[in-house]
């Protein structure tokens, strides 16, 4: 399968703990999104990288939210210091810089208790 | 603004034809898109429509795109019971900044048999 991958798929966390989420676009893919989706809403842009550069930021991506890709390939979401509110689906997606069209991986169910 | 309207739910009985509707604001959009998401799951890229268009069919699927009145259609021919999800319409952001992209709530479509 040379789909986006996502792990975990499902997280259950207490409040004030962190969380680190990993994405794995399609391979020949150069630029990464990240999206938060909550409960009957529909996607909200979070971030993206074109290789290893984060080029845009969301305010919705507070300071307690860091993302990377550090080789260009994989990326990853980590939450520090969760809230309730932080409980969400995060979506990954990729595509090919100059071909607009984004793949989206079958994300990860954040709870926190 | 960026904002991308749908109504949300369409209910609809097994053969008929399905149509949803999405507005949106951004004249400078280059691409619209229409996702499905099933539950629980990532979205599946259904279609898209370049902006200089009026008009894209792809099997069942048809896309007319009304530039003057920024608004977006999918309609759904012969509509199955598997076709049931919830369906997502999506602009590209302002001026084609990285692409990302601009969801509207959704359109919860349910098919009876």
């Known amino acids: 399968d040379t789909g986006v991958s996502q792990d975990p798929r499902h997280k259950i966390t207490k409040r004030g703990q962190n969380v680190t989420f990993r994405c794995d676009p399609i391979?020949?893919?150069?630029?990464l999104y990240w999206y938060r989706q909550t409960l009957g809403q529909g996607p909200e842009f979070l971030t993206y990288?074109?290789?290893?550069?984060?080029?845009?930021k969301s305010r919705l991506l507070s300071d307690r939210f860091s993302a990377e890709r550090p080789k260009g390939s994989f990326s990853t979401l980590e939450i520090q210091r969760t809230e309730q509110g932080d409980s969400a689906m995060y979506l990954c997606?990729?595509?090919?810089?100059?071909?607009?069209?984004?793949?989206f991986g079958p994300g990860t169910r954040l709870t926190v208790l | 603004g960026e904002d991308v309207e749908q109504s949300l739910f369409l209910s609809v009985r097994e053969g008929d034809s399905s149509v949803i509707n999405c507005t949106y604001t951004d004249s400078s959009s280059t691409y619209l898109y229409w996702y499905k998401q099933e539950p629980g799951a990532g979205l599946q890229l259904l279609t898209y429509i370049f902006s200089n268009m009026d008009m894209k069919q792809d099997q069942r699927l048809t896309v007319l795109l009304n530039k003057k009145d920024k608004h977006l259609s999918l309609r759904i021919a012969d509509t199955q019971t598997g076709d049931s999800a919830i369906y997502f319409c999506?602009?590209?952001?302002?001026?084609?900044?990285?692409?990302?992209?601009?969801f509207g709530q959704g359109t919860e479509l349910s098919v009876k048999p």
């Open positions: 391979s020949e893919h150069n630029r």
């Open positions: 990288f074109q290789n290893e550069a984060q080029l845009e």
């Open positions: 997606a990729s595509s090919l810089a100059g071909r607009d069209t984004q793949y």
């Open positions: 999506a602009e590209t952001g302002p001026y084609n900044q990285g692409g990302k992209l601009i």
